[in-house]
């Protein structure tokens, strides 16, 4: 239990947080995946999480693959977590979920209150950034269903974050997606297909030629969001690299980075260095900027739009 | 689980009293409103209800025997959650019919606060299985769900078949393309979203500015369309722009359009459907007055005599004169996209 003050407010220690690698939200081939996973497998890394969340068009990796891969994980000493599709729609995509919830090797990460049901009381779960948890009475009523750790959903400030663990259950970690292309939005509709003038039913998978998803920009070329499937994305790349020390105090349990088809690798030791006081903030702030497919934004966190990219020189200051 | 009845509820919107008396003296069976603020998805200026003009629009309808709603249906944070907890404690004591709420823990008071007040799933809830139903059902005791726009007819077939609760559908209206509940773009945007704020594309953040290349709308100085002088320009929905991709430049994610399932009646009927919800608070009297009146029609010919019901052409044009960007589409019950 963590010390209660006369206020009633959890006092918070400051503490390193664990890095993750969340699922990857695009469709890659398998060769791909699995050389991907070998490396991320070598990384310090602590959690990954497995599967696919967007489009259960997209099979071609079958369960025993990602399990494969997830021993793999597991032998390196990484915590694997299985995630699970955030739109259910068709009674197949049900049945598939309830196979996966079925497995009692690894924690399940819940991405539609479907699989929060189908684990509720049963066995113990993670809730995924399109859970919406946006207050401390949902976080406590969702503990009470077994859930262990939860992703702060992305369009929320840190002012809301700290206002809610001020009164978070003891047993679940707060888990921030700190690093990636922000996922926005989901459709029934592909726009993949769309995009190519086909039929969803026959979208050909086609999704699979863009490997960080479909580029949409304004129409005077700003690069605005990323079409991936049915899901929408930001074009820029949410980076809350300079607001680890904030984080640390603040008592955020794990940091959560999006993979993206090149140097994630690299973004998750830049993530580690910073993390372990090897490298200073505002060099790992021009690298990890330089290595976003477009540019980086932080506005979610700071309070005000998620694509406003707001200035860090204060906070850079106050962290050397 | 089916409606048994075989009747469905038709569920009008009220922004404001007019709207309200016009729905009920119409034939709605129920009429939907919101709060002053954000605890409700259309948080626009000048809408919705004060104190006393709910008193007031409650007391009109019960007398005429339609029911009364308050949606209740954004996603309260911390610093915000006492106007969320006191607008149930508030329409808890006018005495509405039933709530439509979206969030965990609003519900979570409500259902102990309030035991005996029914309470709905809101579209904002994103449910589209049974399975999600299921989840608010069994914690909270909700009464009814209302699934996302986005569920083809087939699909809404099998949740309502195994629904545990009877299920509301949308029948027309502003379409939205994304999940309910699970769309971003505004805030992302603006800072503002439907859930956070209880609007999509808020009017605040809107510019327009006539250029040589033709009038320009804008979101937060993004811009989202451009419409050349011979083009109606609509309303800056982000979703509803006109973007690039690889130097195409198209509605990228959606047309304008509007939904109407009216010609799905008996089928929607027919899959035990226990309501069917029209869109538009923040549209005027007009629109609600003339949308009830055909659906009113509508529903009470395919009551009568649902194997040989057809929309009437008079129905539909009287629709299409008030349907936004004039064109109407099945959404995607039917899905020719599909």
Same mark, same amino acid.
Request: with cysteine.
């Given at each position: ?17 664990? @890095? ?9 081939? *398998? !060769? &791909? =995946?699995? /050389?991907?996973? #070998? ?107 077994? @859930? ?9 400030? *840190? !002012? &809301? =974050?700290? /206002?809610?663990? #001020? ?107 910073? @993390? ?10 021009? !690298? ?33 | ?338």
């Amino acid at each position: 239990m963590a010390p209660i003050t006369a206020r009633g407010n959890k006092i918070m220690t400051t503490h390193t947080p664990k @890095l993750s690698l969340g699922p990857i939200l695009y469709y890659w081939d *398998r !060769e &791909t =995946l699995f /050389d991907f996973y #070998e490396k991320v497998a070598e990384t310090d890394i602590d959690i990954v999480y497995l599967g696919e969340t967007v489009c259960s068009k997209r099979r071609i990796m079958r369960d025993k693959d990602w399990l494969e891969i997830a021993i793999k994980l597991k032998n390196s000493g990484k915590e694997v977590v299985l995630s699970t599709l955030t739109l259910i729609e068709a009674n197949s995509e049900l049945g598939k979920l309830k196979s996966i919830c079925k497995n009692e090797e690894y924690t399940i990460e819940a991405n539609d209150m479907a699989a929060v049901n189908l684990l509720s009381g049963k066995q113990t779960f993670v809730t995924g950034p399109a859970i919406n948890i946006y207050n401390a009475r949902t976080l406590n009523m969702l503990s009470k269903q077994g @859930l262990r750790r939860w992703v702060f959903p992305v369009e929320l400030s *840190r !002012e &809301t =974050l700290t /206002d809610i663990l #001020e009164q978070r259950p003891d047993n679940v970690e707060t888990e921030v997606f700190v690093y990636g292309r922000l996922p926005l939005a989901f459709s029934a509709r592909c726009f993949t297909a769309r995009y190519h003038n086909l039929q969803k039913d026959d979208c050909q998978l086609r999704c699979i030629e863009d490997p960080d998803g479909l580029l949409m920009s304004t129409r005077e070329e700003d690069p605005f969001l990323v079409i991936n499937g049915i899901q929408t994305q930001s074009a820029k790349s949410c980076n809350l690299i300079a607001d680890l020390d904030d984080m640390k105090k603040m008592g955020v349990d794990i940091l959560r980075i999006s993979p993206q088809s090149k140097d994630t690798i690299d973004i998750i030791n830049i993530y580690h260095d910073c @993390l372990h006081g090897k490298k200073p903030i505002h060099e790992a702030s021009s !690298e990890l900027e330089a290595l976003s497919p477009t540019s980086t934004c932080n506005g979610y966190w700071h309070g005000g739009a998620g694509m406003e990219s707001v200035n860090q020189h204060l906070n850079e200051k106050s962290v050397e | 689980m089916s409606n048994t009845n075989n009747t469905m509820e038709l569920v009008c919107p009220a922004g404001n009293l007019p709207s309200l008396k016009i729905a009920v003296d119409n034939g709605a069976d129920a009429v939907y409103m919101g709060f002053k603020d954000d605890t409700n998805a259309r948080h626009f200026a000048g809408l919705n209800f004060n104190d006393k003009r709910a008193r007031e629009g409650i007391a009109y309808a019960h007398q005429r025997g339609s029911k009364m709603f308050l949606a209740i249906n954004t996603y309260p944070q911390p610093s915000g959650w006492q106007r969320w907890q006191d607008a149930v404690d508030h329409a808890a004591e006018l005495g509405v019919d039933a709530l439509i709420l979206a969030d965990i823990g609003v519900m979570d008071y409500a259902a102990e606060r309030w035991p005996d007040l029914r309470l709905h799933l809101s579209v904002q809830g994103s449910a589209t299985s049974q399975e999600s139903i299921e989840f608010y059902h069994r914690n909270f005791g909700i009464k009814r769900a209302v699934v996302p726009r986005v569920l083809s007819l087939k699909q809404i077939k099998t949740v309502a078949e195994n629904s545990p609760v009877p299920i509301e559908v949308f029948g027309f209206g502003s379409l939205c393309v994304m999940v309910e509940g699970r769309c971003l773009l505004s805030s992302y945007v603006t800072g503002q979203s439907p859930n956070t704020f209880g609007a999509c594309s808020p009017a605040s953040a809107v510019q327009w500015k006539d250029t040589e290349a033709g009038l320009e709308t804008r979101l937060n100085n993004v811009l989202i369309d451009c419409h050349a002088k011979d083009e109606s320009a609509g309303y800056p929905t982000l979703c509803k722009g006109r973007f690039n991709v690889n130097k195409n430049t198209y509605h990228a994610m959606e047309e304008p359009t509007s939904l109407n399932t009216m010609a799905l009646i008996p089928e929607l009927q027919k899959a035990g459907v226990a309501a069917i919800k029209i869109e538009g608070r923040q549209r005027s009297p007009a629109y609600v007055e003339q949308v009830t009146k055909v659906w009113r029609a509508a529903l009470d010919s395919a009551q009568q005599d649902p194997d040989n019901y057809q929309p009437k052409a008079e129905w539909l044009q009287a629709l299409e004169k008030v349907s936004e960007g004039s064109q109407t589409t099945l959404g995607a019950y039917h899905r020719p996209w599909q």
